[in-house]
């Protein structure tokens, strides 16, 4: 019995829209795999190495989350713009993004 031949991989149509680090396609609209972004974040990092939030509390946590201040869907400016970036722990983004989460439902 002969053997079906195996079929070929699909080869994907490049989509700018959504290979781009700033784009109207999905809810989010940043690419956060961009090595703009990986390299961004790197700095940041460097320059706040302790979370912001910990740090107004006189704790010391150290940065594993670089957050968007503004939230992406609702800046003006680009994802990329340091000045609407800082460093938090886990659990300090964990609470922001749930309070920012609760505030579009009232």
Known sequence: MPIAPKP????WQHIPERNS????????????HTKEWRSLRAEIIKEQPICVSCKAKGLVTLTKV???IIPVQEYKGSPLDKTNLQ???????????GQEVQSRYK
């Open 87 to 97: 460093g938090l722990c886990k659990e300090c983004d964990d609470i922001k993004r």
């Open 8 to 11: 070929k991989a699909k080869v």
């Open 66 to 68: 670089i957050d968007h």
């Open 21 to 32: 680090s700033w784009s109207s396609y999905g809810k989010n609209t940043f690419n956060y």
